[in-house]
């Protein structure tokens, strides 16, 4: 039996490299890249990428996202700061606050928060 699990940030620090997050897998901790990352499991944490973030249709988090471009298809509750652009697909569920230069909503995403659009954002 596991006790005592503790959080942890993991640093991946390769450009190029493509993280992906397998169906099934549950991460529990923040996670950072300098690459892209692609999620279809479940995170309960903090995902900080100097690149793409994309939740999947599977997808499920509880936590913020700092990212140059984010994709969401699955659910996310907590906020999102894309320094370049924010898509919602039509099958995304999103709860909390947006902060991006642009905003892409498609029909039958659903929303509940507040838009911070054209800001300048040096983090």
């Known amino acids: 039996m596991l006790t005592g699990l503790q959080k942890k940030t993991i640093e991946v620090d390769d ?3 493509r993280n992906i997050i397998a169906e099934g897998t549950f991460i529990n901790g923040n ?3 300098s690459g892209n990352i692609s999620m279809q499991g479940k995170m309960k944490g903090n995902i900080k990428s100097a690149s793409k973030v994309v939740l999947g ?14 994709e969401v298809e699955g659910k996310l509750e907590g906020s999102i700061e894309a320094k370049e652009r924010l898509l919602l697909n039509s099958n995304s569920q999103f ?3 947006i902060h991006s ?7 039958g995403a659903s929303m509940d928060g ?10």
């Open 15 to 17: 450009n190029d490299s």
């Open 31 to 33: 996670l950072e890249t």
């Open 57 to 70: 249709k599977t997808a499920t988090m509880k936590g913020n996202i700092i990212a140059t471009e984010v």
């Open 95 to 97: 709860k909390g606050d």
């Open 101 to 107: 230069k642009i905003l892409k909503v498609e029909a």
């Open 114 to 123: 507040r838009c911070f659009i054209n800001e300048t954002l040096d983090t």
